[in-house]
């Protein structure tokens, strides 16, 4: 089993910053891709922005300029910062990663509890 833990939200006014951090922990063989989504009331669950094993980062249209995704592999951890945050920002945010665990060796999409990210405007 593998648990992620969201910490660093909260209510910030806009224009503010935030720093969401994530950590893996179990029974863990290595991890992959880690990201991090959000969903507002009454809308689908979005990626927000994904980074790879090795580094490589996506953003959506939405992110890109505002926030930084990173990862150390070291503690299983990856973070996001927010920043210039609007109240369209405003959302729960999970955090993703596709691990690998042992002893079954298989591949599997795990998600957190999320954290609740609330812009004022």
């Known amino acids: 089993q593998v648990q992620l833990v969201e910490s660093g939200g909260g209510l910030v006014q806009a224009g503010g910053s935030l720093r969401l951090s994530c950590a893996a922990s179990g029974s863990i063989v290595s991890i992959g891709a880690m990201g991090w989504y959000r969903q507002a009331p009454g809308k689908q669950r979005e990626l927000v922005a994904t980074i790879t094993g090795g580094g490589t980062t996506n953003y959506s249209d939405s992110a890109k300029g505002r926030f930084t995704i990173s990862r150390d592999n070291a503690k299983n951890s990856v973070y996001l910062q927010m920043n210039s945050l609007k109240p369209e920002d405003t959302a729960v945010y999970y955090c993703?990663?596709?691990?690998?665990?042992?002893?079954?060796?298989?591949?599997?999409?795990?998600w957190g509890q999320g954290t609740q990210v609330t812009v004022s405007s």
């Open positions: 993703n990663a596709g691990v690998v665990t042992t002893p079954t060796l298989i591949w599997y999409a795990y």
